[in-house]
C-alpha cells in the first residue's frame, strides 16, 4: 500500500499567519491527491481535489500544489475558523491511503 | 439537498458480525463510487472499503481485508458493509462518503461502531 506522510503532525499559529503542511507518497502518485479538513466532532469536509484544484466553496486563502511523490497545503492568512485537523489522502490506487493528519491549533 | 445517512452501528463483541448501511440522497446514486472510511477514538482518518457505480470493482483496506464486504444496491440508493470477525481495534465511527471521481464530496455524519466484551 501506498504511505501517505505528514508533516508537521501539529502546528501552532495566530489568525493571519501563513501555514504550510506537506504530505510524502511513498511512490508517484502523479496528481491523485486529496486534503481534507476536519473540526471536532464533524465529519471531514473537501477542500482541494487533484492536489490542486479548489472545491466549490472553499474560500480561496486554502490552494494546493505539488505531484508525483510531494504534495503541499498552504492557508495563505488563517482565519479562526481555520483552526481544525487537516489530512491528505492519495486515491491513485486502492487501497487509498490518508496521512495521520496535521492539528492546526491556536499559538 | 445532496446527503448521505448511515446507519446500523453499535455494541458487538469480538469475533461477531455487524452489517453498516448508507443511505444517499439528492443525486444520482448509481452514477457514482462509494466509499467507507472510519476514525477510531482520539485517531485519524482510515480508509477502508470502496466501491465502484456498478459493484464490478472494489478495494479493502489490508486492516479489513478478508473480513468486510461492500456491497451496494443501486435501485434503494443503498451502500452497505457487511463486518464480520469483528475486533477490538474495528472500535471507530464509520462514514459513508461519495466519490465525485476527483475525491470525496460528501460525507455523512457517522455512525459509531462500538467492540468490546
Known amino acids: 500500500a501506498i504511505q501517505m506522510t505528514q508533516s508537521p503532525l501539529s502546528l501552532s499559529a495566530s489568525v493571519g499567519d501563513r501555514v504550510t503542511i506537506t504530505c510524502r507518497a511513498s511512490q508517484n502518485i502523479r496528481d491523485a491527491l486529496g486534503w481534507y479538513q476536519q473540526k471536532p466532532g464533524k465529519a471531514p469536509k473537501f477542500l482541494i481535489s487533484?492536489?490542486?484544484s479548489l472545491q466549490s466553496g472553499v474560500p480561496s486563502r486554502f490552494s494546493g500544489s505539488g505531484s508525483g511523490t510531494d504534495f503541499s497545503l498552504t492557508i495563505s492568512s488563517l482565519q479562526p475558523e481555520d483552526f481544525a485537523t487537516y489530512y491528505c489522502l492519495q486515491d491513485y490506487s486502492y487501497p487509498w491511503t490518508f496521512g495521520q493528519g496535521t492539528k492546526v491549533e491556536v499559538k | 439537498e445532496v446527503q448521505v445517512v448511515e446507519s446500523g452501528g453499535g455494541l458487538a463483541q469480538p469475533g461477531r458480525s455487524l452489517r453498516l448501511s448508507c443511505v444517499g440522497s439528492g443525486f444520482t446514486f448509481d452514477d457514482y463510487s462509494m466509499h467507507w472510511v472510519r476514525q477510531a477514538p482520539g485517531k485519524g482518518l482510515e480508509w477502508v472499503s470502496a466501491?465502484?457505480?456498478?459493484?464490478?470493482?472494489?478495494g479493502y483496506a489490508d486492516s479489513v481485508k478478508g473480513r468486510f464486504t461492500i456491497s451496494r444496491d443501486n435501485p434503494r440508493n443503498s451502500l452497505y458493509l457487511q463486518m464480520h470477525s469483528l475486533r477490538v481495534e474495528d472500535t471507530a465511527i464509520y462514514y459513508c462518503?461519495?466519490?465525485?471521481?476527483?475525491?470525496?464530496?460528501?460525507w455523512g455524519q457517522g455512525t459509531t461502531v462500538t467492540v468490546s466484551s
Open positions: 462518503a461519495k466519490d465525485n471521481r476527483h475525491g470525496l464530496d460528501v
Open positions: 487533484d492536489a490542486s
Open positions: 466501491i465502484t457505480w456498478n459493484g464490478d470493482n472494489v
